[in-house]
């Protein structure tokens, strides 16, 4: 299943759970993330239903190196032709084909990663993208770094629409949250890394859960002013 959330941007139901995204620009598209391996089947059904090829994905954003977001991008690239790219502090992860055991906080997340389904084949990204950076000139995605369910982990800013892209950041299934802690690398940091967010955001979308639009944008920044207070009263309090 996929819908447009924002003029330029189509949201791709991979599994029931997870979701990627297609961003147009004057070349093809954007796609930010994958997915597990079956995902790429999924993909490019939608672009055939859009009525476009599969060399118009030009390029491939991972917001990070988790196996629900990377399992299925080597054989997607090998499809369409286009760029991989990731920050480079989770590269190391693709190249290596799993979680490390340093990137869960928590021993549950240690235990999951021995699993042989959260594996994926090793790979290499094509480039890496760092805070700030532009991915590409036509389709107004900026990069906006959010360290803490990986260190490389990132969220992509939509500036013409001001949509924000959040991937794992947030999570939204029935309400917001952070995710759980023992997933994520540092949980700690996530709460600093979302001050990064611009405060106009109009769309809000995450790689788990159902976007937020229109007027129920408040909702998020509500929630980010609640997480701002809370994590500071928890550090007033050390």
Do not use: C, Y
């Not at 672009?47 to 390029?59: E, N, P, Y």
């Not at 290596?96 to 990663?113: M, Q, T």
């Not at 959040?166 to 023992?182: E, I, K, M, N, Q």
Request: aromatic share 4%; proline share 8%.
């Amino acid at each position: 299943m996929h819908r447009d959330i924002a003029p330029g941007i189509t949201q791709i139901a991979t599994t029931r759970r997870d979701n990627a995204f297609l961003i147009a620009g004057d070349d093809g598209f954007t796609l930010v993330d994958v997915g597990w391996a079956s995902a790429p089947a999924t993909l490019l059904t939608a672009v055939a239903d859009l009525g476009r090829k599969l060399s118009d994905i030009r390029r491939v954003v991972l917001t990070h190196a988790h196996p629900d977001h990377v399992q299925g991008a080597a054989e997607l690239r090998d499809l369409t032709g286009a760029q991989i790219l990731i920050h480079p502090a989770d590269h190391p992860w693709l190249k290596a084909g799993r979680v490390p055991r340093e990137g869960r906080s928590g021993s549950v997340g240690r235990l999951l990663d021995r699993l042989p389904k959260l594996r994926w084949t090793p790979f290499t990204a094509d480039a890496t993208v760092t805070d700030g950076d532009p991915i590409d000139d036509s389709d107004g995605l900026r990069v906006i770094h959010t360290p803490g369910h990986t260190p490389g982990h990132i969220a992509l800013l939509h500036e013409p629409t001001h949509t924000a892209l959040l991937g794992d950041a947030v999570f939204h299934r029935g309400s917001l949250t952070l995710g759980p802690a023992a997933l994520a690398a540092a949980p700690a940091l996530r709460p600093a890394a979302l001050t990064a967010l611009p405060p106009d955001l109009r769309t809000i979308a995450f790689a788990h859960g159902s976007p937020l639009t229109g007027a129920r944008a408040e909702d998020f920044h509500l929630f980010l002013e609640r997480l701002q207070r809370n994590s500071g009263d928890a550090r007033s309090q050390r």
